[in-house]
């Protein structure tokens, strides 16, 4: 089954425990790309990347980095949380060719709370 | 730069009326328009796409939206409403660059379905 998983679903964290979230795609998407949903703003891009080893910050990077070292696997890090990072992340990829332009494949979810 | 703006954060319908949500876009350029769903504790869907082809586009269950340039809208529309429907909904639209595009979501509209 085509698809993006993120493991964990769910996390409860304390401040400044570095913590990974992984994301992997089964479609052989180039572009994956990282949000966040919080209550009244929607979603919003924290960081994409068009390739392998090509990353690039959206709209909400501070406090995030991401690595892309294999096409399938997209992990986002959070190296010191902090409790304004409790959120709903969700990973997504987008089909060959598209760079993330037309619709993108979203992951089931990651909510972390950090205390 | 692209925006979105979806009226109304809860929407209430009778189970068999008329689902109507609201999306409007600023685009600087052509738009790609997107309605998402989002089921309680699971991830987003793509319930239908407008890229530039035919102004009223069908989605999956029973869903439609029409595509209005003069109103610069892409409301989502469904004739008669099921109790399966309640869910958020999320309009988007496609932003790119030379760097790789992304999605620019509204704040997402909480359809309720009362028996």
């Known amino acids: 089954e085509a698809q993006v998983t993120q493991n964990p679903r769910y996390l409860i964290t304390v401040t400044g425990k570095k913590l990974t979230v992984t994301c992997s795609q089964n479609?052989?998407?180039?572009?994956m790309s990282w949000y966040r949903q919080d209550p009244g703003l929607g979603l919003r891009q924290i960081y994409y990347?068009?390739?392998?080893?090509?990353?690039d910050k959206g709209d909400v990077p501070e406090g995030y980095k991401v690595s892309r070292k294999e096409k399938r696997n997209f992990p986002l890090i959070l190296e010191s949380p902090s409790p304004n990072q409790t959120s709903l992340y969700f990973c997504?990829?987008?089909?060959?060719?598209?760079?993330?332009?037309?619709?993108?494949?979203f992951g089931p979810g990651t909510r972390l709370t950090v205390t | 730069a692209q925006s979105v703006t979806q009226l109304g954060s809860h929407v209430s319908v009778s189970e068999g009326a008329l689902v109507l949500l609201r999306c409007n876009y600023s685009?600087?350029?052509?738009?790609?328009l997107f309605w998402y769903v989002q089921y309680p504790n699971q991830g987003l869907q793509l319930l239908l796409k407008y890229t530039s082809a035919a102004t009223l586009v069908k989605g999956i269950n029973g869903f439609e939206a029409e595509f209005k340039k003069s109103e610069t809208s892409f409301h989502l529309t469904k004739p008669s409403a099921h109790m399966s429907d309640a869910a958020e909904y999320f309009c988007?639209?496609?932003?790119?660059?030379?760097?790789?595009?992304?999605?620019?979501f509204g704040q997402g509209t909480e359809l309720s379905v009362k028996p």
């Open positions: 479609m052989n998407h180039e572009y």
């Open positions: 990347s068009m390739n392998v080893e090509v990353t």
């Open positions: 997504a990829s987008s089909p060959p060719g598209t760079s993330g332009r037309l619709e993108q494949y």
């Open positions: 685009s600087s350029v052509p738009p790609y």
């Open positions: 988007a639209v496609s932003d790119y660059g030379v760097q790789g595009g992304k999605l620019i």
